[in-house]
């Protein structure tokens, strides 16, 4: 049947439980899709209960990681891995 889980369970048959967030509420009231939150713009952290400065994440350059994106990825003979 199709349908949703109760809150705080997720998965194919609802039997992986949600981390719980601010006020014990499954994932601070983001939605939960195989025991793992998907956080709603302006949060984030395992348990979307982090907001403000901590979830500004901006990507690297291609060929670049890591805080400040100081690190050098890897190279293959080809190429970037």
């Known amino acids: 049947a199709c ?3 109760q809150p705080g369970w997720s998965g194919q048959d ?3 439980s949600c981390p719980l967030g601010l006020g014990g509420v499954p994932c601070s009231g983001s ?3 195989q ?3 998907d956080c709603a713009e ?3 952290g395992d348990t979307c209960s982090q907001t403000g400065d901590t979830c500004n ?3 690297c350059p291609v060929g670049t990681y890591g805080q400040d994106c100081n690190s050098q990825c890897p190279t293959a003979a080809g ?3």
């Open 3 to 5: 349908g949703q889980c």
């Open 14 to 16: 609802c039997l992986t």
């Open 31 to 33: 939605p939960c899709f």
């Open 35 to 37: 025991g793992k939150c």
């Open 42 to 44: 302006g949060s984030c």
């Open 57 to 59: 994440v901006f990507a």
């Open 79 to 81: 190429g970037p891995l």
